[in-house]
């Protein structure tokens, strides 16, 4: 991966991110920071990178906000969000699952209903890859950690 071909910097528009628990917010953190040390993301060679990001939603779409690294504005990408509503839905379900797991489970227990949770996270990452096809060019490492942060971004609608 060379450095024109990544995220440099991403930003989460405050007005839509949902005033989530401290469960979410860590995971929310944690792609973010994931996300900065290794990604694969390219707008093709008619825009060169390094990219920001900013991530808002409005009405029921995701706006993508792409700038260069002089914050020189690329392109931006609307994308709806209605696609992922049911992925969305029961990913929010199993988490909720798995966080009072973690507290009253056993470890089997929890594996089993963290094993469903990836499940459902892969569904939503490979449905952001394929509607980002020709758009965005991306690892399916990229696309999770980004589909963590529309959970992130939906969970104030849900």
């Known amino acids: 991966m060379s450095d024109s071909e990544r995220i440099l910097s991403v930003d989460i528009d405050n ?61 931006t990408f609307i994308l709806s969000l209605a696609p992922f509503r049911r992925i969305v839905k029961d990913y929010f379900m199993i988490c909720d699952s798995y966080y009072d797991a973690i507290r009253n489970s056993t470890p089997h227990q929890i594996e089993a209903i963290d094993m469903a949770r990836r499940g459902i996270h892969n569904e939503g990452s490979e449905l952001l890859a394929t509607r980002l096809e020709g758009k965005i060019e991306t690892d399916f490492d990229t696309a999770r950690r980004l589909f963590t942060l529309i959970c992130a971004l939906l969970s104030k609608g849900q």
Not at 37 to 52: R, V
């Open 15 to 75: 007005q839509t991110l949902s005033a989530s628990g401290p469960d979410a917010e860590h995971e929310r953190r944690v792609a973010i920071f994931d996300l900065l040390e290794h990604n694969t993301f390219s707008l093709g060679a008619e825009f060169d990178g390094p990219y920001k990001l900013e991530l808002s939603r409005q009405d029921n779409r995701l706006i993508m906000v792409i700038s260069d690294e002089k914050d020189e504005h690329l392109h």
